[in-house]
């Protein structure tokens, strides 16, 4: 049986690995855009390498921005709780922000003051996705503000299904180096206006190294750009285009993109 220990425990280890440690499928990515950089971008890359060997080594975070901590679950249906989840998860978050440390960057959006400790109001962000089976498998991703400013949303028309690469594209040029590039970029497709933005986020979580044809079609378009790493040029401006699909109005097209940098940080625990 999952205890209110368990998931709080299990919070606070998933948060410290993915501030402190990027999972093998994303150091893939960035080492092979190394080997076949040139320049300033070669050497951008092998400084993000070395900091992320250095960040995992010694436990601290690759970021000064820890970004805010955004929670996807999956909770099989014949897991019984006897606990509140949102408020375990929340104070393995409040834990997580004291012990590892992580900045505190949750504010009111009108006030900006500080809660100091890494939630508030709807913060964290927690998907809760019941599916079959006993355990429960809980993904964070902390978010920083560099690459979701960056991020855009469009209501596009059904019409209009072939110009969502070029909606992607414009996107990346319009966040040139912002987001510290080389970046990766999660695309929802369909479902509603909100429903888009979460697909977007949640495509983030795949194995970056496999992608269909229609998201090597949009990868290649953006590395077309020569934004490059660090905005300074090159090969690689996106190092993976992940795209999540969802059923929508028979009158609309969402489409939402979610920038992520360099850092496409994530981390996963199972409970049972």
């Known amino acids: 049986m999952v205890s209110r220990e ?3 425990e299990g919070v606070k280890k998933i948060l410290l690995e993915a501030e402190t440690k990027l999972s093998d499928d994303v150091i893939e990515a960035i080492r ?3 080997e076949e950089e040139e320049g300033y971008a070669k050497k951008i890359l092998k400084a993000i390498l070395e900091n992320v060997e250095y960040s995992s ?4 975070p690759m970021c ?3 970004g805010i901590p955004v929670f996807f679950v999956e909770l099989g249906r014949e897991l019984s709780l006897d606990f509140n989840l949102y408020d375990a998860i929340r104070e393995g978050v409040v834990e997580a922000t004291k012990e590892i440390p992580l900045r505190p960057n949750a504010v009111h959006p009108i006030t900006r003051k500080n809660s100091g400790d890494n939630t508030g109001m709807h913060m964290p962000l927690i998907s809760v996705e019941i599916v079959e089976g006993d355990r429960m498998k809980i993904a964070v991703m902390p978010k920083g503000a560099g690459s979701e400013n960056v991020s855009a949303l469009k209501m596009l028309l059904p019409s209009q299904v072939n110009e969502i690469k070029k909606f992607v594209v414009e996107v990346v040029k319009n966040a040139g180096g912002k987001p510290c590039p080389p970046i990766f970029i999660g695309v929802g497709i369909g ?3 909100d429903g888009a933005a979460k697909l977007a986020k949640k495509a983030l979580l795949r194995n970056v190294t496999e ?8 990868l290649n378009a953006v590395n077309e750009l020569g934004i490059g790493a ?3 040029g090159g090969k690689y401006t996106a190092l993976a285009v992940l795209v999540e699909m969802g059923h929508c109005h028979t009158a609309s097209l ?4 979610n920038i992520q940098c360099w850092a496409n940080r994530r981390a996963w625990v199972e409970l049972r």
């Open 6 to 8: 368990d998931v709080v």
């Open 57 to 60: 080594k010694n436990k601290i």
């Open 211 to 218: 992608m269909n044809e229609f998201e090597l079609e949009i």
């Open 64 to 66: 000064q921005d820890t």
């Open 191 to 193: 479902s509603t206006f």
């Open 254 to 257: 969402p489409v939402a993109v």
């Open 230 to 232: 660090g905005g300074l």
């Open 32 to 34: 092979r855009a190394y």
